[in-house]
């Protein structure tokens, strides 16, 4: 049973939809992230989860209780804000303790906690220290900090680490997912990096204005994307648009114009009315020699020619449009050169 379901929700700003018939389900432990471009809704629901937002209809269970209508400051859930949101006169320990000190929790009790806290989230022997004498990670662990000390049910993130470096990126991102899974506490966290949300997260939620187009584990999402927006998001360039389709016990035949087509039957090929074919471009190849493959081979010539480091790029033009291919070689095709086009029967995914 879902820890966390929000069930045909709607959400509007000045009478503008934002969420419509939205449907989210999570488990008890899971780190849950919501990823899309900005306007995508992900914030918006991440604040009707939080209580900052009323739903206009549909209905929010949580633990099996109904939370639509619960205020803000009777859901017991941590929130942890992009912006830090830390109060520059309190040390660490003030900043830590000041959610219990609202809920007038005994000074023993909270200096229990306090401390703990803040060795969970390696900040020990920093509680006299100010904001201003912390760095960008070490003021968001003091973030982190407050939003766990209360034993929350539940932990928000709303792009926690879009104001740190690269770098720091990478090493905050491991050391959340490190304090979620040793805590074992349900989380919910909002994202528009891509590469941030599939290293953490137990499932991805890709969104797209204002509905998820696919729910699943991350390996599984960049396999096998379920539709053209999330194949495009997370970096398939290159797309066929089958006329026809039949399938046989282990294949997929399709057709593009006197063309014929092969895919190996996966997760990726699974809907039944899919007919657009997705490749990244480091999932075709090329090459000069004739191909003794009739099948999911086209002709084409070099339009343009890019060096990447490792591999060249290349822009390919065909009678069905251009492609992306990135390939290793030593000699790099030319410009205007005439080669042939492989599109690899088990790298294909269909998309609807």
């Keep these: 049973m879902s820890l966390l379901t929000l069930d045909h929700i709607s959400v509007a700003y ?15 432990g899971q780190l849950v992230s919501l990823l899309g ?25 949580f ?43 005994k000074e023993d009790e909270v200096k229990r906690r306090v401390l703990r806290i803040l060795e969970v989230v390696s900040l020990a022997g920093f509680e006299k220290r100010f904001p201003r004498e912390l760095s960008g990670g070490q003021r968001q662990r003091v973030a982190i900090a407050r939003a766990l000390v209360i034993e929350p049910d539940l932990l928000l993130f709303d792009e926690p680490l879009s104001n740190l470096d ?17 805590l074992g506490i349900t989380t919910v966290y909002v994202s528009h990096d891509q590469e941030e949300c599939f290293s953490i997260s137990d499932r991805v939620a890709i969104m797209n204005q204002g509905n998820i187009e696919q729910l699943d584990a991350p390996s599984t999402i960049f396999r096998y994307p379920a539709t053209e927006y999330v194949a495009r998001f997370i970096g398939f360039q290159n797309f066929l ?30 809907h039944p009315d899919a007919r657009k074919g997705a490749f990244r471009p480091d999932d075709l ?19 343009v020619s890019t060096y990447l480091g ?30 042939n086009l492989i599109f690899p029967k088990e790298k294909m995914v269909l998309v609807e």
Excluded: W
């Design 63 to 105: 633990g099996g209780k109904d939370y639509t209508r619960v205020p803000v400051n009777k859901r017991n859930f941590g929130f942890v804000f992009q912006s830090y949101a830390l109060f520059p006169h309190l040390s660490v320990f003030e900043n830590v303790a000041f959610g219990l000190r609202l809920r007038k929790m």
């Design 166 to 182: 690269a770098n720091l990126r990478v090493s905050m991102r491991v050391e959340i997912r490190r304090i979620q899974q040793e």
């Design 285 to 303: 190849a090329l090459t000069e020699q004739e191909n003794r493959l009739t099948d999911n081979v086209l002709p084409g010539i070099i339009k």
């Design 310 to 339: 490792r591999s060249y790029q290349y822009a390919v033009e065909t009678e069905y449009g251009e492609f992306t291919v990135n390939q290793e070689m030593d000699t790099p095709y030319l410009s205007g050169q005439r080669i």
């Design 14 to 28: 000045d009478n503008q939809l934002i969420l419509k018939d939205f449907n989210l389900s999570i488990e008890q």
């Design 37 to 61: 471009p900005s306007g995508c809704g992900k914030t918006t629901t991440l604040r009707l989860i939080a209580g900052f937002l009323v739903a206009k209809d549909g209905k929010f269970m």
């Design 241 to 270: 648009h089958f006329s026809e389709r039949q399938d046989t016990d282990g294949e997929i035949e399709l057709t593009l114009g006197s063309q014929k087509f092969k895919a190996i039957k996966h997760q990726g090929t699974s």
